[in-house]
């Protein structure tokens, strides 16, 4: 894999067996030189310990540091899930010999178990010793779950003529949903920016990539995506709003993208990626009640996995989204097959079955009352997911 790696960050991965042994589930992400960092955080009014220990940090905006664990989401452990956060920044600190303020911490996995704190003492040291040893892609295998492959992203493009690197690593297959990130998300970039400018960059990307996916309607308590820049490239800083700031803005949303979309290719026991179009809403926010009403159903998402063009399941989503319709305006469309012309289905069920067989499905809406549109990512939903889930913690 030819990856574009920013300048200055180096990487750790370890195996403490927080959650079973046999794999790397602490992971290090460290510039040799302090950046400016950006954050967005679940909106889950139930939050980690990490998350609430980052959200503090992040008004400062300067990092140097990430630590991260797998298989264990320090959820739902009161204050001493809040002190052993304190501790692992404490141990990384003093290892590192950097300010505690430069450290964040990023934990996935199990709600409501305390981490293993016995066996995270043993590894920190190791996973400082050995800063450097480890790739971007051991750093994306650490931190996966129910995952099934690594996701990372990388860009490059230039800026005051020199080269400038974005890298994107994330995990998520379940507990997907928007408001927010849906997942755990590391982006680096040797970039020099301005905080605010990175700031805007970030929340722009998110809304249009991490917050237009589905898999399941769950949103997890420990969603996060930080995004550091280090301006190890050289370049001019990027200013918000000039020239510079709009190419930024413009790969940063494509790494977002990129990474959102294999989060839904990877969602748990899926078997299709599916685009879901809204056309012609009166406003965009009625757009995304529909679109997100049809991802989210579980009625719709269990016929496409059966290759059945249920387009009444399709319609009752619609009807309940709570968006501005009018019935017999709607036209819906799959893999471009029209199936429902005004409100009425146009007998094409079965062409329509046929094209269901393909990895990937486009269903299109048009509303045809308004100019608003909107674009969501979700998937199937199959015995597989059951299954996973139904075993998580075992």
């Given at each position: 894999?030819?990856?574009?790696?920013?300048?200055?960050f180096?990487?750790?991965?370890?195996?403490?067996?927080i959650k079973k042994?046999?794999?790397?589930d602490?992971?290090?992400?460290?510039?040799?030189t302090?950046?400016?960092?950006?954050?967005m955080?679940?909106?889950?009014?139930?939050?980690?310990?990490p998350?609430?220990?980052?959200?503090?940090?992040?008004?400062?905006?300067?990092?140097?540091a990430?630590?991260?664990?797998?298989?264990?989401?320090?959820a739902?452990?009161?204050?001493?899930?809040?002190?052993?956060?304190?501790?692992?920044?404490?141990?990384?600190g003093?290892?590192?010999?950097?300010?505690?303020e430069?450290?964040?911490v990023?934990?996935t996995?199990?709600?409501?178990?305390?981490?293993?704190m016995?066996r995270?003492?043993?590894?920190?040291?190791?996973?400082?010793?050995?800063?450097?040893s480890?790739t971007?892609?051991?750093?994306?295998?650490a931190?996966?779950?129910?995952?099934?492959?690594?996701?990372?992203?990388t860009k490059?493009?230039?800026i005051s003529?020199?080269?400038i690197?974005?890298?994107?690593?994330?995990?998520?297959a379940?507990?997907?949903?928007p408001?927010m990130?849906?997942m755990l998300?590391?982006?680096?970039?040797?970039a020099?920016?301005?905080?605010?400018?990175?700031?805007?960059?970030?929340?722009?990307?998110v809304?249009?990539s991490?917050?237009r996916?589905?898999?399941d309607?769950d949103?997890?308590?420990?969603?996060?995506?930080?995004?550091?820049a280090?301006?190890?490239?050289?370049?001019?800083?990027?200013?918000?709003?000039?020239e510079?700031?709009r190419?930024?803005?413009?790969?940063?949303?494509?790494?977002?993208?990129?990474?959102s979309?294999l989060?839904?290719?990877?969602?748990e026991g899926?078997?299709k990626?599916?685009?879901?179009?809204?056309?012609?809403?009166s406003?965009?926010?009625?757009?995304?009640?529909?679109?997100?009403?049809?991802?989210?159903?579980m009625?719709?998402?269990?016929?496409?996995y059966?290759?059945?063009?249920?387009?009444?399941?399709?319609m009752?989503?619609?009807?309940?989204?709570?968006?501005?319709i009018?019935?017999?305006?709607?036209?819906?469309?799959?893999?471009?097959?029209?199936?429902v012309?005004?409100?009425i289905?146009t007998?094409?069920?079965?062409?329509?079955?046929?094209?269901l067989?393909?990895?990937?499905?486009?269903?299109?809406?048009?509303?045809?009352?308004?100019?608003?549109?909107?674009?969501?990512?979700?998937?199937?939903?199959?015995?597989?997911?059951?299954?996973?889930?139904?075993?998580?913690?075992?």
């Amino acid at each position: 894999m030819n990856l574009a790696i920013p300048k200055g960050f180096l990487f750790s991965t370890t195996e403490a067996s927080i959650k079973k042994p046999g794999r790397p589930d602490l992971a290090l992400i460290y510039s040799d030189t302090a950046c400016v960092i950006s954050g967005m955080f679940t909106t889950n009014r139930i939050k980690a310990a990490p998350v609430k220990h980052n959200i503090k940090k992040i008004k400062k905006g300067l990092a140097q540091a990430i630590v991260v664990n797998s298989g264990n989401a320090n959820a739902c452990t009161g204050k001493q899930g809040l002190k052993d956060v304190a501790e692992i920044v404490k141990m990384v600190g003093n290892l590192l010999k950097l300010d505690p303020e430069l450290i964040y911490v990023c934990s996935t996995g199990v709600i409501g178990i305390p981490l293993p704190m016995d066996r995270i003492r043993q590894r920190i040291p190791i996973l400082v010793k050995d800063l450097g040893s480890s790739t971007i892609e051991d750093v994306a295998k650490a931190i996966m779950t129910t995952d099934t492959f690594p996701k990372i992203v990388t860009k490059q493009i230039r800026i005051s003529e020199k080269a400038i690197k974005i890298a994107g690593i994330c995990k998520g297959a379940g507990m997907i949903h928007p408001k927010m990130a849906t997942m755990l998300c590391f982006i680096m970039t040797d970039a020099d920016i301005e905080k605010v400018a990175l700031d805007t960059s970030l929340r722009t990307a998110v809304a249009q990539s991490f917050n237009r996916i589905t898999v399941d309607g769950d949103m997890s308590t420990n969603d996060t995506v930080l995004a550091m820049a280090n301006g190890r490239s050289e370049s001019s800083k990027i200013e918000l709003f000039s020239e510079d700031f709009r190419v930024f803005t413009s790969a940063l949303r494509e790494v977002t993208y990129e990474l959102s979309k294999l989060i839904i290719e990877d969602g748990e026991g899926a078997k299709k990626l599916i685009k879901v179009e809204v056309l012609n809403a009166s406003t965009e926010r009625d757009a995304e009640k529909i679109a997100f009403s049809i991802a989210n159903s579980m009625l719709v998402k269990t016929a496409l996995y059966g290759n059945d063009a249920n387009w009444g399941r399709i319609m009752a989503a619609i009807g309940y989204s709570g968006g501005k319709i009018r019935e017999h305006k709607i036209d819906i469309y799959l893999n471009g097959l029209k199936i429902v012309e005004k409100g009425i289905g146009t007998g094409r069920d079965l062409e329509a079955n046929e094209a269901l067989k393909n990895r990937e499905i486009f269903l299109k809406v048009d509303l045809n009352i308004g100019s608003a549109s909107t674009k969501v990512l979700t998937c199937d939903l199959s015995e597989d997911y059951i299954k996973i889930n139904a075993e998580y913690r075992s």
